[in-house]
């Protein structure tokens, strides 16, 4: 080894892991904070400008009272670029120390996290119970120091990932904007998108999983000219994806975006490998460095740059009270797209899995393990509670993953209506017009928020299932959004369509400023 040679314990790299995994369970990175900040202050659209503020009181709560953001805390992805002088002082491979972290970190004690990995992907699909395996890639750079990146990537961003290989002439921009309309809003803008070129299929999807974990710095660039091709296209970009009118939470809006990240790399003459990735509203990620001097010491940020906004407000714009134990269908027909209900009573829990076991019981005309008769179904799986909890941060999940399931459902339970995240599919607006059905969203990116919402919980059906069991929940002022009436308007629909307008008519500048 040369003079500059150095060890770093294996322990410290576990240790870092884990610390940085809770870190970013509950504090936002405060760059994100600011341009969130800003495009709160900057929206029209009330039911956007909502929306934008319950995930910034979310995120503020989350970091006092240090729980996740999200209650999908994510798919953990490492970037380690390890010096080529560095000699780690473990046994085993790098990879098992960062999942040692990583199982550390989703085990802890005092702000457990909840573990969304399964085993065997095509067949049993298994919780792993610790979150583990982590997706781990490892440079080897000059040096005598190794540089970590620690992500936790939400599954309805990642879900959204694209893939495309263009003609070398193509344009990337047009691919990248028209992509982003047909994704919906499940994967909880305002966020990022992030752009690989280059390079092959997995390089190009690499480049960009790496580059969204990059500082916010598009309103420095945009004060500026740009200096590279990958700049000029990110100016482009932001321009052209926030001026879709998609929104906050696809309701609308002048905000879709706070960045898009570009990183290219050279490729074939014969090809332009496109790859895209969203980040939600999570935005989960932290970079360290670890020098054989110990591992890493984190300190909170400052909480000042968090507004401090009033929840109280946020539940008194044109709010309508519902009680869920009296719930008749005339009043859920009287519902309209748009408006903010804010529920109190019984409502039970359900998602994926739940719903696939509900559906294999009615085709065999067995009867469920709980009626779900005049009752409302939201979509969540929780994060486990700790202490005087009643409940862990508790979002929605991605609606669309249960529009297989709602005609079934709906026809074999008399269920009145469902609570989710993201826009429903044709199929499923059918049925929910044919059944007088409405379907209302909760905010995604505001767990924490809405976990205080929630005075009771207990397992009544499926407790196998562990996050993916179905609850029921009593609930007080729960705030959410009309989303899809019985009639089959949807506001993932007009919403976009009248700011698009707007902002098209309005020619209103996107550029942020810090």
């Known amino acids: 080894m040369s ?3 150095r060890t770093i314990r294996g322990a410290d790299i576990v240790k870092s892991v884990a610390d940085a995994l809770q870190y970013i369970s509950h504090f936002h990175p405060p760059d994100y904070i600011r341009y969130l900040s800003k495009a709160y202050d900057q929206e029209r659209n009330p039911a956007a400008r909502n929306a934008i503020g319950q995930i910034l009181l979310n995120s503020r709560m989350s970091a006092f009272g240090r729980r996740p953001i999200c209650q999908d805390t994510g798919l953990v992805v490492v970037f380690a670029k390890v010096g080529m002088n560095v000699r780690i002082d473990a046994e085993g491979s790098f990879a098992a120390l960062v999942n040692e972290g990583v199982r550390r970190a989703y085990l802890d004690e005092y702000n457990p996290l909840r573990p969304s990995i399964v085993a065997d992907p095509i067949g049993t699909r298994t919780n792993t119970g610790d979150n583990t395996p982590a997706v781990v890639h490892v440079e080897l750079v000059p040096g005598s120091e190794i540089e970590i990146t620690v992500a936790a990537k939400g599954g309805g961003s990642e879900n959204k ?5 263009l003609n070398p002439g193509a344009s990337v921009a047009d691919w990248v904007v028209d992509t982003v309309t047909s994704l919906g809003s499940g994967w909880c803008p305002p966020g990022l998108i992030s752009i690989g070129i280059g390079g092959s299929a997995e390089k190009a999807m690499l480049l960009a999983k790496e580059a969204m ?3 916010i710095d598009i309103a420095d660039l945009m004060a500026r000219e740009a200096s590279t091709p990958e700049e000029a296209l990110r100016m482009e970009l932001y321009e052209r994806i926030n001026a879709l009118g998609i929104g906050a939470q696809g309701l609308g809006g002048l905000t879709t975006v706070v960045d898009v990240k570009v990183a290219s790399f050279p490729t074939h003459a014969a090809s332009k490998p496109v790859a895209l990735i969203p980040q939600c509203a999570a935005n989960r990620h932290l970079k360290f460095t670890l020098d054989g001097s110990g591992p890493i010491e984190l300190v909170a940020p400052d909480l000042s740059a968090w507004p401090n906004i009033d929840g109280a407000d946020l539940k008194a714009v044109n709010v309508k009270r519902v009680n869920l134990d009296t719930l008749t269908k005339e009043e859920t027909a009287s519902w309209r797209t748009g408006e903010t ?10 998602r994926d899995a739940a719903h696939k076991r509900m559906a294999v019981l009615i085709d065999e005309g067995k009867p469920l393990p709980v009626d779900l008769s005049g009752r409302v179904i939201y979509y969540v799986g929780p994060v486990r509670a700790v202490g005087s909890e009643v409940v862990g941060p508790a979002g929605p999940t991605t ?9 079934k459902i709906l026809a074999g339970t008399g269920l009145f209506a469902m609570v989710g995240k993201a826009e429903r ?11 007088k059905a409405p379907y209302l969203i909760a905010v995604g990116g505001a767990a924490y928020l809405i976990s205080k919402s929630i005075t009771s919980a207990r ?11 179905v609850y029921e929940f009593e609930v007080h002022d729960m705030p959410v959004i009309m989303a899809v009436d019985v009639l089959g308007n949807s506001i993932h629909t007009t919403g976009p369509a009248e700011w698009r307008s707007r902002m098209a008519a309005d020619c ?5 400023e810090i």
């Open 213 to 215: 974990n990059e500082p």
């Open 341 to 350: 209900l804010l529920l109190s009573g019984k409502m039970l829990t359900g």
């Open 399 to 407: 609606s669309s993953r249960m529009d297989a399931f709602a005609e």
């Open 3 to 5: 003079e500059h040679a």
């Open 459 to 469: 397992v009544v059906a499926f407790e196998d299932l562990g996050m993916e069991a």
């Open 161 to 165: 990932a694209r893939f495309a290989t």
């Open 508 to 512: 209103i500048a996107r550029s942020i």
């Open 425 to 435: 599919g044709s199929a499923a607006i059918d049925a929910l017009v044919r059944h």
